[in-house]
């Protein structure tokens, strides 16, 4: 609309209101006694302007701009309400001479947009054909149309940035941060433009809107792949109208491209991926030959030569284990060669090097990341030693989970003390044994008469007194007495002998890791 005004035909007009839609595209010009029946993006032009409500009906009817030598200041006040370009034309001007040369000037603009957009479509259509990443074909929109390009995916993580337009401060903000900030994500303004976006599939307008961050007007486009949501194509929008309709079909020509570019990511990413979980999957089993292990680990870019260190982790039950993988991804070297991924329920890393003071930091960072967790620091091992430090670090993961030792913070196998005799013990199934023939008459009276004996000597033997161990299950001393008196006759053992008390410990300590 603006650039209609500097025709020499509109030259004497002056706009009266509605200066904030002089960015409209202008599609049509006519000439009418009444603005009824106004098309989209029509520049009407009428003998007299009278009254708001037909400025009302202008705009419902999608219209650009209205002009007339005769405005009423009811039109006037109407037009500005409506943010719609209300002109007022030099007394005695032909209505119909001005109308042909916004005409010729229209279907000119139109003519030079078409073939402008023809060349960003075969620009497009040559690097998609080229090279598919969303980072060149972001780069040749921002090319062909003169804007500046942002790809985010479906949670607002930015993905790649083109083009030499201002970035505005949301964006600024995207960048440190990775992602939206939540004010912009969650005013319910944002939440029903993307929901209106992503239900039709096409470019929508968004305007500046500083309470939120959004400081330059832009259109977005979402970017769809078998009806599944990938992401949000932003472009800044240029100055000039002609620029605003090319970018506009361009964008939307360039979202399918983006589609399929991510698509194909996707699927190169999981072909590696699975790669990747093979030559994982056989070093924790541990009967693949050596030589071929290493052959297959070149392949994906692992290098299985010097020492590795196995680490475990499991999130808050609440969340997923893709969750955890992702927390865990983010939080390693982009492209350092680290195996990880989550096997048999639960984040397995293989982290090389020794700088075991580093993967502790990276577990700590982990259980951080996702709020708790169980995580375990296998023993270093070269690669053939891999399985053997996987099964014990697995060990030690299960028995740590069962015991509540996870709260505390990362389990280092090569710190456990007592609680590691008993994993390695463990193995054979000998402990498990022990402590079931141990506690088994008690174990079985107390099933059957509904009593709890086990927790009774366990509370004796944990505070170290009759008395404390009375207080903590809120009993009597006698009754407690009594109780410990009755579970001497049935496990046939002396609670004032120190190896008898020892053994039930370990019994006791041994149930809690193993139990039921």
């Known amino acids: 609309m603006a650039h209609c005004l500097r025709l020499p035909a509109l030259r004497d007009g002056e706009v009266l209101s509605g200066h904030e839609g002089l960015g409209a595209s202008v599609r049509w010009v006519s000439t009418a006694a009444l603005t009824r029946g106004c098309a989209p993006g029509e520049f009407r032009l009428l003998a007299r302007l009278l009254g708001g409500e037909a400025v009302h009906a202008a705009r419902d009817g999608g219209a ?9 200041p009811e ?5 500005g309400v409506l943010g719609l370009p209300v002109i007022g034309l030099a007394p005695g001007i032909d209505l119909d ?5 916004l005409l010729d000037f229209v279907i000119a603009s139109l003519d030079g947009a078409l073939t402008r957009l023809g060349e960003v479509t075969a620009r497009l259509a040559a690097t998609a054909s080229n090279d598919l990443r969303i980072e060149s074909v972001a780069s040749t929109l921002a090319g062909a149309t003169g804007t500046a390009v942002l790809i985010e995916d479906a949670e607002f993580h930015m993905l790649c940035f083109a083009g030499d337009a201002v970035i505005d401060d949301n964006r600024q903000e995207t960048i440190r941060a990775g992602g939206t900030p939540p004010g912009f994500r969650a005013s319910p303004e944002m939440r029903g433009f993307y929901a209106e976006m992503a239900r039709t599939g096409l470019p929508v307008r968004l305007q500046s809107a500083p309470s939120i961050g959004v400081m330059l007007p832009r259109l977005v486009a979402p970017v769809v792949a078998a009806g599944e949501l990938l992401g949000y194509c932003n472009v800044i929008l240029p100055d000039d109208d002609l620029g605003q309709q090319v970018t506009a079909v361009a964008l939307e020509q360039a979202a399918h491209l983006f589609a399929l570019a991510m698509v194909h990511q996707r699927a190169r990413d999981l072909g590696g991926r699975m790669a990747r979980v093979g030559v994982l999957v056989d070093l924790l089993d541990g009967r693949i030959p050596a030589e071929l292990l290493r052959a297959r680990a070149d392949q994906v870019g692992i290098d299985l030569s010097g020492t590795h260190t196995v680490a475990l982790f499991g999130g808050p039950g609440e969340q997923r ?28 890393a293989l982290l090389g090097g020794s700088d075991r003071d580093g993967a502790l930091r990276w577990l700590t960072e982990l259980r951080a990341a996702c709020g708790g967790g169980t995580a375990v620091l296998g023993r270093p ?15 030690t993961f299960d028995l740590v989970a069962r015991s509540g030792a996870a709260q505390s913070g990362v389990v280092d196998v090569q710190d456990l003390g007592l609680l590691g005799m008993l994993i390695e013990a ?21 099933a059957r008469e509904g009593t709890d004996l086990c927790g009774s000597v366990a509370a004796f033997l944990e505070e170290g007194g009759l008395r404390r161990a009375a207080r903590r299950l809120g009993v009597h001393a006698n009754s407690l007495a009594y109780r410990l008196k ?23 300590r041994c149930r809690r890791l193993l139990g039921p």
């Open 97 to 101: 001479e001005v109308a042909g040369a």
């Open 64 to 72: 650009a701009a209205l002009a007339a030598p005769l405005v009423s």
């Open 426 to 446: 463990s193995a054979d199934g000998s402990i498990d044994r022990f402590w079931r023939h141990r506690l088994g008459p008690l174990r079985q009276y107390d």
């Open 75 to 79: 039109a006037v006040a109407a037009g």
């Open 381 to 395: 091992s070269d690669a053939q030693g891999v399985s053997a430090a996987y099964r014990e670090a697995r060990r």
């Open 486 to 508: 009755r579970a001497e006759e049935i496990g046939g053992f002396s609670l004032s002998s120190s190896d008898a008390r020892l053994e039930l410990q370990m019994a006791l």
């Open 321 to 348: 284990s893709d969750a955890w993988l992702r927390h865990a991804q983010s939080l390693l070297t982009p492209r350092s060669g680290e195996l990880v991924d989550v096997v048999a329920g639960t984040v397995v």
